[in-house]
């Protein structure tokens, strides 16, 4: 990223460190206290399921595959719902899993299978990720004569992605993430549609039609089940595959640890023991959930491909498309299109947001471009490099930033108010509605942040 003008960035990091200080000294109230209980599940109730049916045949299953588990239990807590639990105390470096490949499920399982021939006959060949769909669905469809029983028992019968989420439920979301739901939604209905050629060839493995077995709801729970459930593990490209990245691999068992943005592990698969292995780089208190990262994600991603809101989470950002910001600029200024060309062509008209330390380096350049007046035009190379032209332009930015973030915040709430009455109407949605909920109070709360940020700010310039 590049560097902020040295004024903005200084003044910035002093009065976000200090407003951090006072609200760490004050607390945020009631939503605040609720936040901070999700992450301390390990000082919130929590149940083993270790001795669940469905656990002990998994964990059965797992030891006839040479996997055996003495650090975790599964448990579930108050916060995060299902995970997995240190029975021990455990050290930075510490192996707390190591998974033989012979219980991973890849495409390798899948073409091994009663699928493989299929597969390779079929032209063209079908993606990595079609591969394992169909496999999923099948071995589902066969329950108790399926081999994989004991993990298919544990999966989730349904998903939370907003691939999945009704669309009166996915209208109510951010505009940007909203876009991407619906592009999601579509993407996959286009590949059910030209797979169902593919599923119609696997007729003669089954007694029952095909098309009650490879149905659309189906193929979303399998889909989801990927898409939310695997490891990444790149293998070889097969001749019988497409030429897409084949990077997936269920992991039973191992698949039950939960998302947590401040944690780091190292996690790979062990081409040595041929084991998929994860080591803590941090230290666990016995009766402590364990986390792993899914990687730096906002929430509208972790919402979109994971269907959850991770609460406090640090890469959170507020997205601020272009037309907001003209939204609140002059309709006189005759250079208007001329900016918002440079601001396109030199990348600066998307990613543009509000963060945990207020309006973004980005997001600021974009309205100091916009902002300059026909005298100071000449110097827009100027402000993209991150140069201060004027106190003036640096004064009109920073008004403009504190009004783009009062009209989120209003949105915010009148959005939030729509979902609460949609809530009291529509029962059957509860779920759903409270899981955009959760997304909009986090947004509000670090539009918020930011509010205070840029009024700091502009008493320091005034």
Same mark, same amino acid.
């Given at each position: 990223?590049?560097?902020?003008?040295?004024?903005?960035?200084?003044?910035?990091?002093?009065?976000?460190?200090?407003?951090?200080?006072?609200?760490?000294?004050?607390?945020?109230?009631?939503?605040?206290?609720?936040?901070?209980?999700?992450?301390?599940?390990?000082?919130?109730?929590?149940?083993?399921?270790?001795?669940?049916?469905?656990?002990?045949?998994?964990?059965?299953?797992?030891?006839?595959?040479?996997?055996?588990?003495?650090?975790?239990?599964?448990?579930?807590?108050?916060?995060?719902?299902?995970?997995?639990?240190?029975?021990?105390?455990?050290?930075?470096?510490?192996?707390?899993?190591?998974?033989?490949?012979?219980?991973?499920?890849?495409?390798?399982?899948?073409?091994?299978?009663?699928?493989?021939?299929?597969?390779?006959?079929?032209?063209?060949?079908?993606?990595?990720?079609?591969?394992?769909?169909?496999?999923?669905?099948?071995?589902?469809?066969?329950?108790?004569?399926?081999?994989?029983?004991?993990?298919?028992?544990?999966?989730?019968?349904?998903?939370?992605?907003?691939?999945?989420?009704?669309?009166?439920?996915?209208?109510?979301?951010?505009?940007?993430?909203?876009?991407?739901?619906?592009?999601?939604?579509?993407?996959?209905?286009?590949?059910?549609?030209?797979?169902?050629?593919?599923?119609?060839?696997?007729?003669?493995?089954?007694?029952?039609?095909?098309?009650?077995?490879?149905?659309?709801?189906?193929?979303?729970?399998?889909?989801?089940?990927?898409?939310?459930?695997?490891?990444?593990?790149?293998?070889?490209?097969?001749?019988?595959?497409?030429?897409?990245?084949?990077?997936?691999?269920?992991?039973?068992?191992?698949?039950?640890?939960?998302?947590?943005?401040?944690?780091?592990?190292?996690?790979?698969?062990?081409?040595?023991?041929?084991?998929?292995?994860?080591?803590?780089?941090?230290?666990?208190?016995?009766?402590?959930?364990?986390?792993?990262?899914?990687?730096?994600?906002?929430?509208?991603?972790?919402?979109?491909?994971?269907?959850?809101?991770?609460?406090?989470?640090?890469?959170?950002?507020?997205?601020?498309?272009?037309?907001?910001?003209?939204?609140?600029?002059?309709?006189?200024?005759?250079?208007?299109?001329?900016?918002?060309?440079?601001?396109?062509?030199?990348?600066?008209?998307?990613?543009?947001?509000?963060?945990?330390?207020?309006?973004?380096?980005?997001?600021? %350049? #974009? !309205?100091?471009?916009?902002?300059?007046?026909? @005298? &100071?035009? /000449?110097?827009? $190379?100027?402000? +993209?490099?991150?140069?201060?032209?004027?106190?003036?332009?640096?004064?009109?930015?920073?008004?403009?930033?504190?009004?783009?973030?009062?009209?989120?915040?209003?949105?915010?709430? %009148? #959005? !939030?108010?729509?979902?609460?009455?949609?809530? @009291? &109407?529509? /029962?059957?949605? $509860?779920?759903? +509605?409270?899981?955009?909920?959760?997304?909009?109070?986090?947004?509000?709360?670090?539009?918020?942040?930011?509010?205070?940020?840029?009024?700091?700010?502009?008493?320091?310039?005034?």
């Amino acid at each position: 990223m590049l560097k902020v003008s040295r004024v903005c960035n200084v003044l910035m990091r002093q009065l976000y460190g200090n407003y951090i200080h006072n609200m760490k000294k004050k607390g945020r109230g009631r939503t605040s206290r609720q936040r901070r209980r999700k992450f301390r599940t390990s000082e919130s109730s929590k149940v083993s399921e270790s001795h669940k049916l469905e656990f002990i045949e998994l964990r059965k299953w797992l030891k006839e595959r040479k996997f055996e588990d003495h650090n975790l239990r599964p448990t579930r807590f108050s916060g995060t719902g299902r995970g997995l639990m240190a029975v021990k105390s455990l050290q930075p470096g510490e192996l707390i899993i190591s998974l033989p490949e012979e219980c991973l499920l890849t495409t390798d399982t899948v073409i091994k299978s009663y699928l493989g021939d299929y597969i390779t006959k079929w032209t063209p060949p079908i993606s990595p990720l079609l591969a394992l769909c169909t496999f999923l669905i099948s071995e589902n469809n066969a329950g108790n004569k399926s081999p994989w029983k004991p993990y298919l028992d544990i999966l989730p019968k349904d998903y939370t992605c907003l691939v999945c989420l009704e669309p009166r439920v996915v209208r109510l979301l951010p505009k940007p993430l909203k876009i991407k739901a619906q592009e999601q939604k579509a993407q996959v209905q286009e590949l059910f549609v030209s797979s169902r050629g593919f599923f119609s060839s696997l007729q003669s493995l089954y007694t029952e039609n095909v098309e009650h077995i490879f149905h659309y709801h189906a193929f979303l729970w399998a889909w989801c089940t990927i898409n939310t459930r695997t490891v990444y593990m790149k293998h070889a490209q097969k001749k019988c595959l497409s030429a897409e990245p084949d990077v997936y691999a269920l992991a039973p068992y191992l698949d039950l640890l939960n998302h947590s943005p401040g944690v780091q592990v190292n996690a790979a698969f062990n081409e040595k023991t041929r084991c998929y292995e994860i080591r803590t780089t941090s230290s666990y208190k016995k009766y402590e959930e364990l986390f792993i990262c899914y990687g730096p994600h906002d929430n509208h991603r972790l919402l979109l491909e994971y269907g959850f809101v991770a609460i406090n989470n640090p890469h959170s950002a507020v997205y601020v498309s272009i037309d907001s910001l003209v939204d609140h600029l002059p309709s006189m200024d005759t250079q208007m299109n001329k900016k918002l060309s440079l601001l396109k062509e030199h990348g600066f008209s998307e990613n543009l947001t509000f963060g945990w330390d207020g309006p973004s380096w980005r997001l600021l %350049t #974009a !309205l100091k471009l916009l902002c300059l007046g026909a @005298d &100071e035009f /000449t110097c827009w $190379k100027k402000v +993209l490099l991150g140069e201060v032209i004027s106190d003036t332009n640096e004064w009109k930015s920073l008004v403009l930033s504190r009004k783009i973030c009062s009209s989120f915040i209003e949105e915010t709430k %009148t #959005a !939030l108010q729509k979902i609460s009455h949609m809530k @009291d &109407e529509e /029962t059957a949605l $509860k779920d759903q +509605l409270t899981l955009v909920e959760n997304l909009w109070v986090e947004e509000l709360t670090l539009l918020q942040v930011s509010a205070d940020i840029l009024k700091n700010m502009h008493q320091e310039t005034t």
